[in-house]
């Protein structure tokens, strides 16, 4: 099993920045596809971005695409998302979540965290 623990949310200005970080134990980290999810209030879950194993491959949600960046340390046991150019529209709970597979399907994650909360102000 895997034991995921997201920090780094917070209040923000429309324009600025946040690091969302996401602290992982029990099997090797290293052999999971990491990804990114978020749920705005009154929405579905949605993708946002993944990342393999290794760090090698990534992938976004368009929305995201150019303002996201999603790296992972894996002596640290750590995943990120440095979220850059935050507008209104990116308010959500932000969760992390392990998979065996490479997806950005959430049904094919197996593991996730309780989340933690983004609010960008207009």
């Known amino acids: 099993q895997v034991q995921l623990v997201e920090s780094g949310g917070g209040l923000v200005q429309a324009g600025g920045s946040l690091r969302l970080s996401c602290a992982a134990s029990?099997?090797?980290?290293?052999?999971?596809?990491m990804g990114w999810f978020r749920q705005a209030p009154g929405k579905g879950r949605e993708f946002v971005a993944s990342?393999?194993?290794?760090?090698?491959?990534?992938s976004y949600a368009g929305s995201v695409k150019g303002r996201f960046t999603i790296s992972r340390d894996n002596a640290k046991n750590t995943l990120y998302l440095q979220m850059d150019s935050l507008k209104f529209e990116d308010t959500a709970v932000y969760h992390c979540?392990?998979?065996?597979?490479?997806?950005?399907?959430?049904?094919?994650?197996?593991?996730w965290g309780q989340g933690t909360q983004v609010t960008v102000s207009s």
């Open positions: 979540a392990a998979a065996t597979s490479w997806s950005a399907t959430e049904t094919n994650y197996n593991y």
């Open positions: 990342i393999s194993g290794s760090g090698v491959s990534t």
């Open positions: 029990g099997r090797t980290f290293s052999s999971y596809n």
